[in-house]
Every structure is written in C-alpha cells, then in structure tokens.
C-alpha cells in the first residue's frame, strides 16, 4: 500500500478547492471529530493530478458508519436519501457524493453490502481504472495509490484496476473509450483484451451519450478514441456508420490523406481545436465532423478511374440521423447536426460561384433557428483541415476562402442570425384581414426582401397588394 504525501503545489490547489466550496472544511473537521476518515477519491484525485480544473467532488468516509455519517451531514443542511441503499448521502445544498465503502456481489441485481471498516485497498478495487482507483486523505493530504494509478497516470497507461471484475458493467467500456479521447492515454493488453470481448448490447442510450458528450467536450484529439476500437475490431458492432467509412476512397486531388475514415479523423480532431461559444456550439460541431461524410458510402463510385460522390451530403442526412438517434435523444442536436451535414459543401460553392449577398440571406434562414453561417463555417474548416497527406493529424491552416464565406455573410449581415423580417402582418392591415392569406403575404414580402435587397417597407407592402390584387383579376 502506497501512503505518499502530495506536493505543496497540489495541496495548495487542493485547499483551495476545499475552501471554495461552502461548508466542505466544516463538515471534514466534523467527521474527523466523530472518527472518521474522509478522502477525496475518484476522478477529482486524477484530474488534481493531472493539473485539470474538476467540479465533480466525490467523499468517501471510511471507520463510521452510514447512520453516524448522516448525523454529522444533518448539522450542515438538509440531508438527500435518494442513494442510502447504496450507501449514498448528498446534502440537498452541495454537489457532492458522500459515500461509506462497499463491496458488491455480481450478478443482475447485485447485492451492497455496506462495510465502513472494509480495507482500503479493496474498497478503491471497485473502481474501473487504476487512475481512478486513487485517494487523497483530507486530514493529512495523503495520496493513497494501491495499484500505482499516479504511475499509469504519468506513463499514458489505462489498466483495469481488477480484471476480474471489470466486464461486470459494461458501461465501462465506453467509459474507457472516452478516457482514451480526454487524456490521450492507452489501454494495456490486458484492457485491450477485455473492451474486445464485452458485451455492450445492453447499455443504456442514456449513458452512451454521456460518455461521447465527454469524450466530443472534452477531448483535444478525438480521433484516438475510433481508432481504438478500430485496434480492437469494435467499431462494427459499436458505430457501424463509422467502421463503414473505412476503405472508401476519395479523390487524391481533393483528398491527399486517404479514405473517407482518415478523413473524418482528421477533420473530428480539428474541429476539436476550434473555440467556441459554449459547449452547445461545439457539440453540435463535433458530431456534425463526425457525421459530415456518412453520404460518401452509398455515394462514391468510380468511373473511368475518377472518382465522385455527387450529392453525398444529401444522401448522408438520413444515415446521420439514424446514427444519432441510436445514441442520444437531444433532438436538438440532431436536427442541428443534421443540417449541417446536408450545407456542409456550401461555403466553398459559394465562395467558387461568387454567390450573392441574397443567396447567403437564403442560406441563413434555410439552417434557421439551429445553427447559423458563423457555425457552417467552423465546421468547413474542420472539413477542410481533415486533408492532411501525413495522416494522424489535421493541417492547421486557416483557408482563404473560408474566410471570404465569412467575410460575405457579415456583409449579407447573417453571419449570426437571419435578416429581421421587415414587413409584419400588422403592417398590411386593414387592407388585409388575419388569417392564412395575410400568412402568405408576409411570407412572400420577405421573400421579396431577401432575393432583391429591398429594405423599405412602403415598397415591400406595395408589391405583395400589387400580386394580391393581379392575382385577383385572373
């Protein structure tokens, strides 16, 4: 068993964060008093090691028991029973797991048997990873590491703290499918061996989308996390979508990097590195990199030695939203995600044809409310970089005709937002009553607005009373 004594720096990050949280240091000193020993385990240990900001505190107290624990607890707030039966307790007022050691029996309905006395180190063998399997004594700042996690941590190495019992959930193994992406670290043979054989059929949609959303958010290379299960031969039966893109061919001129697989990693890394306005945003961008080529598999074809995929971007919709919909159910995303997949040729024909001011109008309110052109051109770009012919990483050149799609839709002003609406039925009456003809009127004065530039409201009235009424005579 390893007791090291963490570095000042590490501990002056530490009691920081301690103090940062209301009532913390209190209820630690608390617990102490009554025997009990409090460590900071779990993935805020890892990330305070890795020099990583962590919001996610979880306690585990060890030598009283669930009962005295929620004596202590009840003195600082109102005490959450919703996780007792797993020897959980919350505070309604803070955001933290407190929980007494356990160890449970396999099977379909484990059972949890409580243990405050149970040894430590068979107490953090429940944890999933070696680097998670850490803990840090609240009183004396101890790191307490019994299956050299900090070691695995500081070489890149994912090992499962016990093999043994590691497929008894598998969600662990998209948990490991995430580490894998957020920390740039590798699964060991064993591991390996392990996530190859598991039987993932049976996790929740739910949990599924919660660790890709970790792994899109959080990720500086994305990318590592397929290609392992690529290593591993999982990606047929986990993302089939994506282990189809393999060997689809590209035209090398527009395509130096390779197949459609290699091109998707690259171009889901660079999207990885662009800034963002919030985390929506970059989700969004994230899965629509991921996504944006799907087309190409029923697509491509090969005539004469050249190579085309004509209206991959439409065909990929539908294979974009199936992919989806098996893994999440934010319909907001995915309406989002999906229409980008189908503009996400449009900034470079644009930028080729020399497209109007009025067509980047069209543009704008055609991907209206889900994304704008501001967020269409991050994701070309991401496009675009995924090109690069050493393979493993995206170029990181920013395109000239990127920016020029840009610098249009800020002219056109709908880089952020579609053109305000300027005439409104109110405007039309008492000429016309409400109803679904004044529907029509407005719908085609903005029409009008955005094809022709007219920015008057006197004219755009005139001219739809002037169809109304020709209209009329026919």
């Avoid at 007791?3 to 913390?24: A, G, R, V």
């Avoid at 004469?304 to 319909?331: C, P, Q, W």
């Amino acid at each position: 068993m390893k007791f090291t004594k963490i570095s000042p720096k590490i501990q002056n990050k530490l009691t920081q964060i301690l103090d940062e949280t209301p009532k913390l240091s209190a209820i630690i000193d608390a617990i102490d008093k009554v025997g009990g020993k409090v460590y900071l385990v779990g993935g805020a240990v890892r990330d305070l090691l890795l020099g990583i900001s962590s919001k996610d505190l979880d306690m585990e107290v060890h030598h009283i028991s669930l009962e005295q624990l929620e004596q202590v607890l009840k003195h600082f707030g109102v005490v959450n029973l919703v996780g007792k039966s797993f020897g959980v307790l919350r505070l309604e007022s803070l955001d933290i797991d407190w929980s007494i050691p356990r160890s449970d029996k396999s099977g379909r309905k484990p059972e949890v048997a409580l243990d405050p006395f149970l040894d430590i180190k068979k107490a953090f063998e429940r944890r999933d990873v070696t680097m998670n399997a850490m803990g840090i004594n609240l009183i004396t700042y101890e790191l307490i590491d019994p299956f050299n996690g900090y070691n695995d941590l500081q070489h890149g190495i994912l090992r499962a703290t016990n093999p043994l019992t590691f497929i008894e959930d598998p969600l662990r193994f998209f948990r490991v499918m995430q580490f894998i992406g957020s920390f740039e670290m590798m699964p060991d043979e064993v591991l390996d061996d392990l996530c190859n054989t598991m039987d993932v059929a049976k996790v929740s949609k739910e949990r599924i989308e919660n660790e890709c959303k970790k792994l899109l958010l959080k990720s500086k290379k994305p990318s590592l996390a397929f290609a392992w299960l690529k290593k591993i031969n999982r990606l047929h039966d986990v993302f089939p979508e994506i282990e189809a893109l393999q060997g689809v061919e590209q035209s090398s001129v527009w395509h130096p990097e390779g197949d459609v697989f290699e091109h998707t990693l690259q171009a889901l890394d660079a999207a990885a590195k662009l800034d963002y306005a919030n985390e929506q945003e970059k989700l969004i961008i994230m899965y629509a990199a991921l996504c944006h080529d799907f087309g190409k598999v029923k697509a491509t074809a090969k005539t004469n030695g050249k190579i085309t995929s004509y209206r991959h971007e439409a065909v990929g919709v539908h294979l974009a939203k199936k992919f989806l919909k098996r893994i999440m159910d934010n319909g907001d995303v995915i309406q989002a995600v999906c229409k980008l997949v189908a503009a996400h040729m449009y900034p470079l024909q644009f930028v080729q044809g020399k497209a109007s001011l009025s067509a980047y109008k069209r543009l704008a309110l055609k991907l209206s409310p889900d994304v704008t052109l501001a967020i269409l051109a991050k994701l070309s770009l991401a496009d675009k970089q995924g090109r690069n012919p050493l393979k493993g990483n995206p170029l990181s050149d920013v395109l000239s005709w990127n920016n020029v799609f840009i610098d249009k839709a800020e002219a056109a002003g709908v880089l952020y937002g579609v053109e305000k609406r300027i005439l409104e039925g109110k405007d039309l009456m008492p000429e016309i009553q409400p109803g679904p003809l004044m529907g029509e009127l407005v719908k085609e004065a903005y029409k009008i607005q955005l094809d022709e530039g007219i920015s008057q409201k006197d004219i755009l009235k005139q001219r739809v009373l002037k169809k109304l009424s020709s209209k009329t005579k026919k």
